[in-house]
């Protein structure tokens, strides 16, 4: 069923813009092809404007375009996850207040907090929804480092509603039973941009790697300690300052038309062969595979997962290839990144698809009778963050509403028994006696 509100359409040539897009610009005559190509050009358009050059307040620099020079961009000044679930529930630090650094990590020069796998007591383990089928390895046999990020309208909702503690969830939960949405949709009529999640994978860089190629941030690579003997070696806690390059990068967009979230997801042109590629024409190089590899494809590594040593490189293809529609639209914004600069980073990105609700309920909520809105298309993965869920099973695969539709809350004695408003972060809060959510 198709119930999407049609506004004039796009302009035939598209720019590069710093504005967050409130939501799609749907053209006529209305199809499933026609909404996919809208919704992707959405992705296209919030890519760029989350990636646009940001000042040091976190705003977009509007006197500057983006792939000009590689630098801080506006979304990598949004709160990380750890900062705002923080131990015995306590209430997040202020918008604009620095993050608190584990203390291996202090006596380093300043970097991105990029934390691994492990769980230990007060350390956010980042290998949570949807990464617990397992880590990735590249290449050079060094595990990617993950994190998430939410704007401050998202993160405004958690504070304001109090749910950054269990306790916190009890209550705005207990008072909103149905389908409970707890966080904004953008609004044209306001100017608002409504809830934005980022979830982006990065890429330790090496002696061999082109840093010219990716869009790269220092990095502070944190390995918390691990004395669980369930979970491994016991390891100590570490922390090695290192340059990393984005490879993964998620865009979750909670837009006018759709409350259940619009699901981007970009990755760098150079991760994965298609498994459609014969094999004799993946001759790369790739991050995350080897024509001379013998390593079964699409299968995590051995356990244990140790990130203090050099592990088996991941062998993996993208199971479902992109579409020539996709294709084409990728090379028209590579192409107008490449106007601003020959050598952007920017255009070394491509879309993979867009999940977008076909259905979606009117005002920014849930409707019962259709939870998940009729998602489109029914699959969608990033190789680098569904690595080993790819596919078009269902119930087995990776799909971005089917999977965060079952998201929920600890609002009681037992563990997942209410809507979460599709993000698994929630989860992640704690008692303000000091017990942790069970995951």
């Not at 959405?42 to 620099?61: C, E, H, M, R, V």
């Not at 590594?301 to 062998?315: D, L």
Request: glycine residues 6%.
């Amino acid at each position: 069923m198709l119930s999407i509100l049609l506004i004039p359409p796009v302009s035939a040539t598209p720019s590069l813009s710093p504005q967050i897009p409130f939501d799609a610009t749907f053209t006529k005559p209305v199809s499933l092809s026609s909404l996919q190509a809208n919704f992707d050009e959405l992705s296209w358009q919030t890519f760029i404007a989350l990636n646009w050059p940001a000042l040091d307040n976190g705003l977009p620099n509007t006197g500057v375009t983006i792939g000009k020079q590689d630098g801080a961009t506006v979304w990598e000044s949004w709160k990380e996850s750890y900062q705002i679930f923080r131990a015995k529930g306590q209430t997040p630090l202020p918008w604009g207040a620095p993050a608190t650094l584990p203390e291996a990590c202090k006596a380093l020069k300043p970097g991105r907090l990029l934390q691994q796998m492990g769980k230990v007591p007060d350390v956010l383990d980042e290998f949570i929804q949807p990464f617990e089928s397992g880590p990735l390895v590249d290449q050079n046999g060094v595990y990617t480092r993950n994190e998430i990020v939410v704007n401050q309208s998202m993160f405004d909702g958690i504070v304001n509603n109090g749910l950054y503690s269990i306790e916190g969830q009890q209550k705005f939960f207990a008072s909103n039973p149905n389908n409970a949405v707890a966080f904004s949709c953008s609004s044209a009529d306001k100017n608002e941009v409504g809830a934005v999640m980022v979830k982006a994978s990065w890429k330790v860089l090496g002696p061999n790697d082109n840093r010219q190629a990716f869009h790269t941030v220092d990095a502070l690579v944190y390995t918390p300690g691990n004395s669980d003997p369930g979970k491994g070696p016991i390891v100590e806690d570490s922390c090695v300052s290192e340059p990393v390059g984005l490879v993964g990068l998620h865009m979750v967009h909670k837009t006018a038309s759709a409350a259940q979230w619009v699901w981007s997801t970009f990755e760098h042109v150079k991760n994965v062969p298609e498994k459609t590629t014969p094999v004799a024409q993946r001759a790369g190089p790739y991050l995350f595979y080897s024509a001379g590899s013998q390593s079964a494809i699409n299968q995590p590594p051995p356990r244990p997962w140790n990130p203090a040593v050099k592990a088996t490189p991941s062998q993996i293809v993208r199971e479902v290839p992109l579409t020539e529609a996709t294709k084409a639209l990728n090379a028209t914004y590579q192409g107008l990144l490449r106007t601003a600069n020959p050598q952007s980073v920017w255009a070394n990105y491509q879309l993979i698809s867009t999940q977008w609700p076909s259905d979606p309920p009117k005002d920014c909520q849930i409707s019962a009778a259709n939870p998940l809105g009729s998602p489109a298309p029914s699959f969608l993965a990033n190789a680098t963050l569904e690595t080993y869920i790819q596919g078009t099973v269902p119930q087995a695969s990776s799909s971005c509403m089917a999977c965060h539709g079952n998201a929920a809350t600890h609002v009681t004695d037992s563990p997942r028994t209410s809507f979460a408003d599709f993000t698994y972060l929630l989860e992640r809060a704690q008692s303000t006696t000091g017990q942790g959510a069970t995951q």
